[in-house]
């Protein structure tokens, strides 16, 4: 204007536009939350696998119609896998052979009057309850108890089924007879006789009578694999002097 200020617009100032600010989501938070899920999974997975397993291996152990694995006799006769016929058939073969290797020798004051095995005395082996006991391990308990039966047979620890026996009471009797003839004798009182040979005289002997039911007795008692002796006890009858 004429003779007037001028007065200057005042300077604009464009502000800068404010940057938006961008929120990153790190993947590694996504990972952890997907990675913890599948690990509560696995375990889930693996306990049902072994429960499916577990349950398999009770019914095969259940179902097994066999003598279980590393069931033996008498120590050394192996049984396991067998069926109970073949168990009968396999200590018929076996066991007899044992008792004739088993003897014991009967002496009297330190002298041999004879040895004698366990089939001599009359011992027979009840072959048909050994093979029912050994098919009766494992199948006594409950599932778990069966199982680890079976697995400790695997592995060795089987079970092992003692000698049964009967004995012939009538051939350990003839033994003891035949012994009683070797050392029973009679009481001899002292005494002489006159005659025209001249005069003789009879010493007095003790008698002796074999005590056969203790004899019996020892007998009776034999371990199988042991080499025993039985040592005879005798009564006394006193001859006269």
Request: with cysteine; hydrophobic share 35%; aromatic share 6%.
């Amino acid at each position: 204007m004429a003779g007037g200020k001028r007065v200057a617009a005042p300077e604009k100032r464009w502000a800068e536009p404010k940057k938006k600010e961008t929120k990153t989501k790190t993947p590694t938070s996504r990972k952890a939350k997907t990675g913890s899920g599948k690990g509560l999974w696995i375990p889930l997975v693996l306990a049902a696998v072994l429960a499916v397993a577990a349950g398999g291996f009770g019914f095969y152990v259940d179902s097994y119609d066999r003598i279980f694995p590393g069931v033996t006799a008498v120590g050394s006769v192996e049984l396991g896998g067998l069926t109970r016929e073949e168990a009968v058939k396999q200590l018929q073969e076996t066991v007899p052979g044992l008792l004739q290797a088993t003897t014991v020798e009967v002496t009297l004051e330190g002298e041999s009057l004879g040895t004698y095995t366990m089939g001599d005395t009359g011992f027979a082996p009840q072959t048909d309850a050994m093979a029912e006991s050994a098919y009766a391990v494992g199948r006594d308990g409950n599932f778990i108890q069966n199982a680890v039966t079976y697995l400790k047979g695997l592995t060795g620890a089987g079970e092992n089924i003692p000698l049964s026996t009967d004995q012939n009471t009538d051939a350990l009797d003839g033994i003891v007879a035949q012994l009683a003839e070797k050392v029973d004798r009679p009481a001899v009182d002292a005494a002489y006789e006159l005659s025209r040979e001249g005069l003789f005289a009879t010493k007095h002997q003790d008698g002796r009578v074999l005590d056969q039911e203790a004899l019996r007795q020892q007998l009776a008692q034999i371990t199988l694999g042991d080499t025993a002796q039985a040592e005879c006890s005798v009564k006394s009858s006193p001859g006269k002097a």
